[in-house]
Nanobody, 126 residues
Framework: QVQLVESGGGLVHAGASLRLSCTAS?????????MGWFRQAPGKSREFVAG????????NSADSVKGRFTISRDNANNIVYLQMSFLQPEDTAVYYC??????????????????WGQGTQVTVSS
């Protein structure tokens, strides 16, 4: 069993930065092949934000956040981070951390992920 707990969300002005953290308990972040961040805005479906592989640390991110958001992982301490810079109102959403224990590639499809956190709210005002 894996439990994922996100933290670091909040209310910020446009242009600000936030760092989200996802702390895992149970089976470790280090055992998950891929860790991902997704987000869901009101009335919209859950969308992929960024992912990172376990072994190579290879990353992939959505075009909408490229150059602004960076994902990283600390396998020893079971933490995955999402550094968000130059936040915009359209980034407002609940952000979820997810673990894929099986795939060998970074999937953008939520159904590929086995475990999810409860989410943390990020609100960006203009």
């Amino acid at each position: 069993q894996v439990q994922l707990v996100e933290s670091g969300g909040g209310l910020v002005h446009a242009g600000a930065s936030l760092r989200l953290s996802c702390t895992a308990s149970g089976r470790t972040v280090g055992n998950a092949n891929v860790m991902g961040w997704f987000r869901q805005a009101p009335g919209k479906s859950r969308e992929f934000v960024a992912g990172i592989t376990r072994n190579s640390g290879r990353t992939n991110s959505a075009d909408s956040v490229k150059g602004r958001f960076t994902i990283s992982r600390d396998n020893a301490n079971n933490i995955v981070y999402l550094q968000m810079s130059f936040l915009q109102p359209e980034d407002t959403a609940v952000y979820y951390c997810a673990a894929d224990l099986r795939s060998g590639y970074i999937s953008r499809y939520p159904g590929n992920y086995d475990y999810w956190g409860q989410g943390t709210q990020v609100t960006v005002s203009s």
